[in-house]
């Protein structure tokens, strides 16, 4: 919202903020990601850091409440229901919490003199409620639109068109009939199938032998996993998917761009879109598991 140039919605930015603002969107275009998150955060804590004065020309001056505003508004003009604004709320909240975290240690490890307390004393009242700052600003509307929504009693989602077996109802207005929830499971089934042969891997006959699966479930050691362990035959086979593509010549030319005496550079584009396909094929997968985890 800062970066864009609007005529339709103007804000009076103290000249501290301006500095911040013209210098990140000076380095833009400059390819060092660390030096863009980091003046990203010092424009963040900057903006969080100052107290917002309410005036006639300006009657909400802070550009995070304004975000807030425009993030709530509707094609039609009007805002969402409270419920609906709880949770970007929370989210400004998170991320308040988070960059005033790292404004901390970052200050701490630059500054030889500055110790955490000191430094904690100077940025906690910016997240603490009942002081004028933009936390509290939040905090307050968090308060309202929580009160709003949980006195407020909402219109039924579900009617039960079957009073007698309830198997068919309305959502929404969408007729839904458990008997098409079934099929649900089987699609989704069917869809995973194909993925994995085809989209995973790529159309080779892999497979890996087992009959067993060996899982210590009082192994609390960081990274183990029924795949690292021993007993089982999965660390044996862990390159067989890229040593099959390497060997197949219709899959090696697909994701290698080039290769010269044994160097080799891989197509960037064909294995973004392996990973693409191989999230979409773990997303099913954590559907799957949750729909038919018996969870509630």
């Not at 009657?59 to 039609?76: G, H, K, Q, S, Y």
């Not at 989602?157 to 109802?169: I, N, P, S």
């Amino acid at each position: 919202m800062l970066l864009r140039s609007s005529t339709a919605l103007t804000l009076d930015l103290p000249l501290h903020i301006s500095q911040h603002l013209d210098t990140l969107k000076a380095a833009l275009h400059a390819s060092d990601s660390v030096e863009l998150s980091r003046l990203v955060l010092k424009l963040l804590v900057a903006l969080w850091t100052h107290t917002w004065i309410s005036s006639k020309a300006h009657p909400f001056p802070d550009p995070t409440v304004v975000c807030l505003a425009l993030m709530m508004l509707e094609a039609d003009g009007g805002f969402k229901h409270p419920k609906h604004t709880t949770g970007p709320i929370a989210r400004f909240e998170y991320c308040m919490r988070n960059a005033f975290m790292i404004e901390l240690y970052e200050t701490v490890n630059q500054e030889a003199t500055t110790t955490y307390q000191e430094e904690m004393a100077r940025l906690e009242p910016w997240i603490t409620e009942k002081y004028d700052s933009t936390f509290n600003s939040l905090r307050s509307l968090q308060h309202r639109a929580t009160a709003i929504a949980e006195s407020t009693m909402s219109l039924p989602r579900v009617w039960w068109l079957d009073r007698q077996h309830f198997k068919t109802m309305l959502f929404e207005g969408t007729p839904i009939a458990f008997e098409d929830v079934k099929k649900v499971f089987v699609d989704i089934e069917q869809d995973l199938v194909q993925r994995w042969e085809q989209d995973v891997l790529c159309g080779l006959q892999l497979e890996c032998s087992y009959s067993n699966i060996m899982d210590d479930l009082t192994n609390t050691a960081v990274g183990y996993s029924f795949v690292s362990d021993r007993r089982n035959p999965f660390a044996a086979v862990k390159d067989s998917l890229i040593t099959a593509v390497l060997d197949h010549p219709t899959l090696r030319k697909r994701f290698i761009a080039w290769e010269s005496q044994g160097q080799i550079i891989w197509n960037k584009l064909a294995l973004r879109s392996w990973l693409y396909k191989y999230a979409q094929f773990e997303g099913l997968l954590l559907v799957r598991g949750q729909m038919l985890g018996g969870a509630p």
